[in-house]
């Protein structure tokens, strides 16, 4: 099974801010999945494939990585961006989820 | 629009069994998969099973020899089966729409699941 370790597991950012998200993977995964959960709520979709942005995601927000090591990168951070985003593997089963980031606005 | 609602059970007594149903509308079993995942109260995500557009199907092999996942085309609906509960098992339930890549592009509101005498 391959373990995603995503970090930091809590962070605070002012509106503003350049905030990167990192998600590193015990085995080489081909691409790497993200999704926005907001508090109370189901899951969204918020990047594909490691780097496409799915729909209505505000392009502030962008993905890159490769093998072991993946991240999500906010530009300017907002209010409404606050939420858990979690990366999730598909190269090999079972699939797997991190544990998750917490992010909050300061 | 696309859209997936889970319904269940809501309350199930330790060693029984889960059913859980998941009803699609804006598109078709036979054109995209469907896929499980939980998330017990608090914690992170977990991948449960799938079934594929063409009716094949994987499970996390954490929870195979609990598990059975099937489909009715004609209803728009999955089915997902998890026997001998316990309260572990507690969690929200989840179904999503899951496509090539093994990516899970859309998502019902959940259904909860409290595993309990």
């Known amino acids: 099974e391959i373990v995603l370790t995503q970090s930091p597991t809590t962070m605070a950012a002012s509106p503003g801010e350049k905030v990167t998200l990192t998600c590193r993977a015990s085995s080489s995964v081909s691409y790497m999945h993200w999704y926005q959960q907001r508090s109370g709520t189901s899951p969204k979709l918020w990047i594909y494939?490691?780097?496409k942005l799915a729909s209505g995601v505000p392009n502030r927000f962008s993905g890159s990585g490769s093998g072991t090591s993946y991240s999500l990168t906010i530009n300017s951070m907002e209010t409404e961006d606050a939420a858990t985003y979690y990366c999730?593997?598909?190269?090999?089963?079972?699939?797997?989820f991190g544990s998750g980031t917490k992010l909050e606005i300061k | 629009q696309v859209q997936l609602k889970e319904s269940g059970p809501g309350l199930v007594q330790p060693s029984r069994t889960l059913s859980l149903t998941c009803t699609v509308s804006g598109f078709s079993l036979t054109s995209y998969g469907v896929s499980w995942v939980r998330q017990p109260p608090g914690k992170g995500l977990e991948w449960i099973a799938a079934i594929w557009s063409g009716g094949s199907t994987d499970y996390n092999s954490a929870l195979k020899s609990r598990l059975s996942i099937s489909r009715d085309t004609s209803k728009s609906q999955v089915l997902l089966k998890m026997n001998s509960l316990q309260t572990e098992d507690t969690a929200m339930y989840f179904c999503?729409?899951?496509?090539?890549?093994?990516?899970?592009?859309?998502w019902g509101q959940g259904a909860s699941v409290t595993v309990s005498s």
């Open positions: 999730q593997q598909g190269s090999s089963y079972p699939l797997t």
């Open positions: 999503a729409r899951y496509r090539g890549t093994y990516v899970m592009d859309a």
């Open positions: 494939e490691t780097s």
